[in-house]
């Protein structure tokens, strides 16, 4: 069963997901930084051990361990957002918007707030 619009009883329902698209932005950025952040202190010491095998092979490991730290804590850090996101749309944002009438609701009838 589709929704209806509690204004206009119109089945033609569009999602805004401001929550999951900000939460996921805000997760990552968060998640790039501290991902770029904990593998430049990892690579830093890779590249102290790493000079056993001459300057190239620690300027190499070091920087392939930044980026791939990098773009691993972006990822982890964006789906925890769109999750966080996700919960905000539901329970917190009024999510839902009607095509025909521009009315906003949400599907969780906790949230619904119909006193004017």
């Given at each position: ?41 990892g ?12 300057p ?23 789906s ?37």
């Amino acid at each position: 069963m589709s929704e209806k619009c509690p204004n206009c009883l119109s089945q033609r329902i569009g999602k805004r997901n401001y929550g999951k698209k900000f939460a996921g932005v805000v997760g990552a950025s968060a998640g790039t930084y501290g991902g770029y952040a904990a593998a430049t202190a990892g690579a830093h010491a890779g590249a102290k051990l790493g000079i056993v095998t001459g300057p190239g092979g620690a300027t190499v490991g070091g920087l392939g361990g930044a980026v791939i730290g990098a773009l691993l804590g972006g990822a982890t850090g964006a789906s925890a957002g769109v999750l966080l996101g996700d919960i905000l749309d539901k329970r917190v944002l009024d999510n839902l918007r009607c095509l025909d009438c521009g009315y906003c609701f949400s599907t969780d009838p906790d949230s619904r707030d119909d006193t004017y």
